[in-house]
């Protein structure tokens, strides 16, 4: 009787032991860095991932101040965590600096949120964050192509379009760049692009004069199942997925009468069917187009 007792009480201990050991797998596994603090503010859990990121092993990190481990290099984390435990409102996608052990710099994005214990009252907070270092430095290495890194020159004709390139990435109209073949005209539309409010948006290239008219309309404008023959599947065009950004429309001055037309529809109605279908679509692209041509001396021809 007294040896099934003794196990009747076991049973429960070694199934909460498992099912711990399962969950701190599971804990260690995660990619994103967690870090669990007390009220005090000491480290009670800190997984693998957290010790990659920081440079820290977990079992020097537990009991110890977060500050000590996890370094912000600019932001009052210690005020955003006091506020959490009052308003209980919690922080997501915070972009921060930290310093390693080794003294390297990262950057993280952050969650961080309340823990409650099982009747419902505080217990500390949770950090969960994720090492986008890596992201961030191939977006400014992009980002600063196209700055002006690219356009050389400190002359006088050159500061000026500088100046028109800042100009013009404050506004939403569409643009036109004129200039001789192998004058840059990409890089400016890159550089207006990326410093204007769709810095975040894509930016689609289409080369108007490498496509015959039947193959640009649809590559623009996209098509439908069954529109012509080959058409096996829906595909978008290059107006969709520029949507929320910036299509550049190299030679434009070689675009067709019929094209012409449905861009033309674009810019005054923001919208346009796919190649076959009648459904109307909508989406918020900006155009800058560039040509070699002078298309006014055209025009009145």
């Given at each position: 009787?007294?040896?099934?007792?003794?196990?009747k009480d076991l049973v429960p201990?070694?199934?909460?032991?498992?099912?711990?050991?399962?969950?701190?797998?599971?804990?260690?596994?995660?990619?994103?860095?967690?870090?669990?603090?007390?009220?005090?503010?000491?480290?009670?859990?800190?997984?693998?991932?957290?010790?990659?990121?920081?440079?820290?092993?977990?079992?020097?990190?537990?009991?110890?101040?977060?500050?000590?481990?996890?370094?912000?290099?600019?932001?009052?984390?210690?005020?955003?965590?006091?506020?959490?435990q009052v308003d209980g409102k919690?922080?997501?996608?915070?972009?921060?600096?930290?310093?390693?052990?080794?003294?390297?710099?990262?950057?993280?994005?952050?969650?961080?949120?309340?823990?409650?214990?099982?009747?419902?009252?505080?217990?500390?907070?949770?950090?969960?964050?994720?090492?986008?270092?890596?992201?961030?430095?191939?977006?400014?290495?992009?980002?600063?192509?196209?700055?002006?890194?690219?356009?050389?020159?400190?002359?006088?004709?050159?500061?000026?379009?500088?100046?028109?390139?800042?100009?013009?990435?404050?506004?939403?109209?569409?643009?036109?760049?004129?200039?001789?073949?192998?004058?840059?005209?990409?890089?400016?539309?890159?550089?207006?692009?990326?410093?204007?409010?769709?810095?975040?948006?894509?930016?689609?290239?289409?080369?108007?004069?490498?496509?015959?008219?039947?193959?640009?309309?649809?590559?623009?404008?996209?098509?439908?199942?069954?529109?012509?023959?080959?058409?096996?599947?829906?595909?978008?065009?290059?107006?969709?997925?520029?949507?929320?950004?910036?299509?550049?429309?190299?030679?434009?001055?070689?675009?067709?009468?019929?094209?012409?037309?449905?861009?033309?529809?674009?810019?005054?109605?923001?919208?346009?069917?796919?190649?076959?279908?009648?459904?109307?679509?909508?989406?918020?692209?900006?155009?800058?187009?560039?040509?070699?041509?002078?298309?006014?001396?055209?025009?009145?021809?």
């Amino acid at each position: 009787m007294l040896k099934m007792s003794i196990q009747k009480d076991l049973v429960p201990d070694k199934s909460c032991l498992q099912q711990r050991l399962k969950l701190e797998a599971i804990f260690n596994s995660v990619s994103d860095g967690i870090i669990a603090l007390n009220e005090g503010y000491q480290i009670t859990s800190f997984n693998r991932a957290a010790g990659e990121i920081t440079g820290i092993e977990p079992q020097n990190a537990v009991d110890q101040p977060y500050a000590d481990v996890f370094k912000v290099r600019s932001q009052n984390l210690a005020k955003i965590l006091a506020d959490i435990q009052v308003d209980g409102k919690r922080i997501e996608e915070m972009e921060l600096e930290i310093d390693r052990a080794d003294g390297q710099k990262r950057t993280v994005m952050l969650n961080v949120d309340r823990l409650v214990d099982v009747d419902g009252n505080l217990a500390g907070v949770v950090l969960i964050f994720r090492d986008i270092s890596e992201v961030r430095r191939l977006k400014e290495e992009l980002e600063g192509r196209y700055r002006f890194h690219n356009l050389i020159g400190k002359s006088r004709q050159m500061q000026e379009l500088y100046r028109l390139i800042e100009q013009t990435a404050d506004s939403d109209a569409s643009v036109i760049i004129e200039g001789e073949s192998g004058t840059g005209k990409e890089l400016v539309a890159h550089a207006i692009h990326y410093n204007s409010p769709r810095a975040d948006g894509p930016f689609v290239p289409v080369n108007c004069s490498a496509l015959p008219e039947t193959l640009l309309e649809s590559e623009l404008f996209g098509y439908v199942k069954g529109a012509f023959t080959g058409a096996m599947r829906d595909k978008i065009g290059r107006f969709e997925a520029a949507d929320g950004g910036t299509i550049f429309l190299d030679e434009i001055g070689d675009v067709s009468p019929l094209v012409q037309l449905k861009l033309l529809r674009f810019i005054q109605e923001r919208q346009f069917e796919r190649v076959g279908d009648r459904k109307s679509i909508k989406v918020d692209v900006r155009i800058i187009a560039a040509t070699n041509k002078k298309l006014k001396e055209l025009v009145r021809e």
